[in-house]
């Protein structure tokens, strides 16, 4: 089968928003999620956010190629604007947002940059970040879904996504949830156990001394 230019761009264009979906974005929130007290997390989590942003920078610049390939100006105002460009523009700009609001949660944190475990206090700027880096994410899952279904519509080659690719991305969406939910649910357990572990090192010290 050979694709046109126009659905060439798309297929770019749709790689690079699953891999930004599907893995770099979801992978920086659950090393957040999951490894905040370790000493590594926060490079690996700004290393995956540097290499989501190159993945949504790219993809939207592509997206905007293959749509103005096809003669549609932008899609993003007129008659033929829909939900998956707004969504797509929503991304760009709320990203590139938390981006900026994350790396002054990591500079101006209570504890002071890097210094911090799940028992300091967050920063302000830190719980903003993280529920905009949530909603991202959510419209990121949800800008691949409506750019499936656009594929269908206006593929030039009038194919349609293969079904393994929809079962691929459900099955990674749920493992994605789950595992964020999962260790919602188990941080203030952790937390409550490191602080007193904590508390009983402080007190063998305290033994030690008297």
């Known amino acids: 089968m050979s694709l046109d230019f126009h659905d060439k761009m798309i297929v770019a264009h749709a790689v690079l928003a699953g891999l930004a979906a599907l893995i770099t974005a979801p992978a920086a929130i659950l090393i957040g999620r ?4 370790r000493q590594w997390w926060f490079k690996a989590h700004l290393f995956l956010q540097i290499i989501t942003a190159i ?4 993809l939207f610049a ?7 390939s096809g003669g549609n100006g932008n899609q993003l105002t007129g008659p ?13 700009v709320l990203f590139l947002l938390q981006f900026v609001l994350g790396i002054g949660a990591h500079l101006t944190h209570s504890a002071g940059p ?10 302000p700027l830190r719980h903003v970040h993280v529920g905009m880096g949530l909603v991202v994410t959510a419209l990121l899952y949800a800008g691949v879904k409506t750019g499936m279904d656009e ?9 349609l996504v293969p079904k393994g690719v929809e079962v691929v991305y459900w099955v990674l969406f749920a493992l994605a949830v789950a595992a964020y939910l999962f260790g919602w649910i188990l941080e203030p357990m952790r937390a409550a156990s490191r602080e007193s572990s904590v508390v009983g090192s402080e007190e063998k010290v305290d033994g030690w001394r008297a």
């Open 80 to 92: 033929k604007k829909d939900p998956h460009h707004d969504i797509g523009l929503a991304i760009a």
């Open 34 to 37: 999951y490894f905040r007290s």
């Open 55 to 58: 993945f949504i920078i790219t």
């Open 114 to 123: 890097g210094k911090y475990t799940l028992t300091t206090p967050k920063s």
């Open 62 to 68: 592509v997206g905007l190629l293959a749509v103005a």
């Open 151 to 159: 594929w269908n519509n206006v593929s030039d080659a009038k194919t």
